[in-house]
């Protein structure tokens, strides 16, 4: 997690400590659960909860006794209380960003860009491009810099395309610092490069069709004066897009059609849908941005009708790929109405009502911040939950909505979790901890996914958008053939490895039995 709160002359730490209290405690200090002593540089940068609940400082506790956190009122026997430190350190050994000098000796194992002299000297010998950090393999050209005029191989395909500079001139003009290239794409579109004179390729990227192209190369110096210009013909290869789309296989899915796609290469697309009208117009709908490498992606909300579905695949350069049509029947898909949900209390059921949160508010239509969900107490997992639907269903789908804010795929939302089903709960086996699930269905174990793959506490924006549309989940069909009232949620894993559940929102869908 970034370091969030003032600005130091070190740089931000972030430590938790967490306490479970034997009862009447009025103050923590020393040890906390993990052995770990609770320390902190300046009491005003402490945060502290009890139970999940956020404390004020001055009111609920005070920081004025070094290391301790002072003030509580007594607590309770269990109660858990977090304490949250953001503390600052200082890095030795360094040189500050005005100057300094080392006293020893430093190694590069890259480029080094230089804008000055070196023990007095100017960094450009006789007014030529180093690039490769030598000049014996570079040969004199009058004014020119040739190119070799490939795109390079491997991970340089696609897009990418790659200029390398084999000879390089003492140019007329003095000083030159960067080279720039241009040249017009199939849309007669300028494009141009600018890089820096010590690097050794030039990358231009957004070329829409494979192909011939024109490119012209200049020098140009601080002060804006050019080299005379170098015309080269090169090839790129196919960009992405058209092997994405090539990928492509659509198949009938609930409520629409589910697209599967390969991308290799990560390459930041989107795949756009259309559909034929009623009146036979091709109407735009909606688009999926990805980078995922090897994904699918369902398109719903379509009525249980013949319906034309067209796909296309764009880049981030606005270059598009030819369409593909499918036709197909989209599958009953109903929204569950969740004004019939309630809880239904079983054995071995886990309270989502704890630390001022209602298991209401996993049905309420509202998942975005992270004081909406459910919450249980901190015990060991499995955790489960008992759902009354309120009607008899063929269940489908449905979406997992995280705890959200900045607890989004850390704290409790749940990582790794079954569910099961019953039509009634009549002649159910006594209920057993080692076999929770005796007497019921199950309707499948399922996974979180994070688009980023990055650690608990770092999220990307699309992390965050992937989970504010909901986590899509689909039964399988199997599990599609009974009839269903009652569904047990059992949280197996959460992220972050915490002993505790918590759930933003569930929606599901499926099909009514009469």
Known sequence: MPYLGRSTDGFGVRDRFVFTASGSETSLSGADDNSRVLKFQDGTYVDVYLNGVFLLRGTDYNTTTANTISGLASLAASDVVEVIV????????????????????????????????????NVYDDRTILLDGTDSSFTNEGSKILLDGTNGTGSDAGDNLIFEINTLSSLTKEDPDVIVLEDNDENGISKQVIVSSVIDTLSIIGFGQAGEYNVDVTAVDTGDNESEAVSAMISPLEPPIHAILESNEGAQDFGGINISYLNPTRAEVSLNMSIIDLEG????????????????????????????????????????????????????????????FSIQPMPGDESFSEYGFSANQIWDGSWSSQWNCGHTNFLPLPHQLTISLGQTVKLNRFKLYQRGGSELYKHGNPKRFQIYGRENLDNLPIYNPLNPGDGWILLGEFESFKPSGLPPGSNTEEDYLFQDNGEDFVFDYNAQQYDIKYIRFVNLESWNNQMVSVIGELSFWGGLVE
């Open 86 to 121: 953001y503390d600052v350190f200082s890095v030795a050994n360094t040189v500050p960003q005005t100057g300094g000098t080392y006293n020893g000796s430093v190694t590069f194992n890259n480029n080094i860009t230089v804008e000055g002299n070196i023990n007095g000297e």
């Open 281 to 340: 117009n091709q109407v735009f709908k909606e688009s999926f941005y990805t980078s995922q490498a090897n994904s699918s992606y369902s398109f719903r909300g379509y009525d249980p009708v013949p319906t034309t579905f067209i796909i296309y695949v764009e880049d981030r350069w606005g270059n598009q790929t030819i369409t593909k049509t499918l036709e197909t029947t989209p599958l009953q898909d109903v929204f569950l109405d969740k004004g019939y």
